[in-house]
């Protein structure tokens, strides 16, 4: 029900393939929400020579490397990424929101699917071989809509907490 691929990294002896105004994205980026800008930007020709690929705004993006394994995200631009980040594209049967959701669900079962020394990582394999459970299109938007102001009320509630602690002082 999905499409997936890794980016990838313009070599870093070559200067020109950096500074550009390409948005590069790093797992460390992926904080499990809207990604607007990048901490580093490729060229053309960065792009051009070497396996990153250019994601559209709106791609779902997985970390697949290390401490970061599981983090998520979602491009709000087009943007490119590093082989340690999955892009991850849903056909008309699932929606982008839902597998969002569920993602973060599963990242324990992910972490848990880790393998290798220095720095464990999953493989798009393992992406791919997820068994992820289709409601009806509709029921997945509605799913993805609750689930999404439930975060947002507890984002309210948490700067709330925040405000109070910092008055009661």
């Known amino acids: ?11 870093r002896d070559v200067a020109d393939y950096y500074g550009g105004n ?8 992926l904080l499990d929400g809207w990604i607007t800008d990048t ?18 705004a709106g791609t779902l993006l997985i970390a697949l490397y290390g401490a970061t394994v599981g983090r998520l995200g979602i491009l709000g631009l087009e943007a490119t990424t590093n082989q340690a980040v999955c892009g991850i594209t849903p056909n008309k049967k699932l929606d982008r929101d839902f597998l969002f959701y569920y993602l973060l669900k599963q990242r324990e079962k992910l972490i848990g699917s880790r393998t ?12 791919r071989d997820l068994e992820i459970p289709l409601p009806p299109l509709n029921e997945q938007k509605r799913i993805a809509s609750l689930l999404a102001r439930a975060d947002r009320l507890r984002g309210l509630r948490r700067v709330a907490r925040e405000q109070c602690d910092s008055l009661l002082q």
């Open 1 to 11: 029900v999905c499409d997936t691929t890794s980016g990838g990294t313009p070599s």
């Open 22 to 29: 390409i948005p590069w994205v790093k797992s460390g980026e």
């Open 39 to 56: 901490e580093e930007k490729i060229t053309k020709a960065g792009l051009a020579n070497s396996s990153a690929k250019l994601f559209p």
């Open 116 to 127: 290798g020394g220095a720095q464990p990582n999953i493989s798009q394999e393992i992406i």
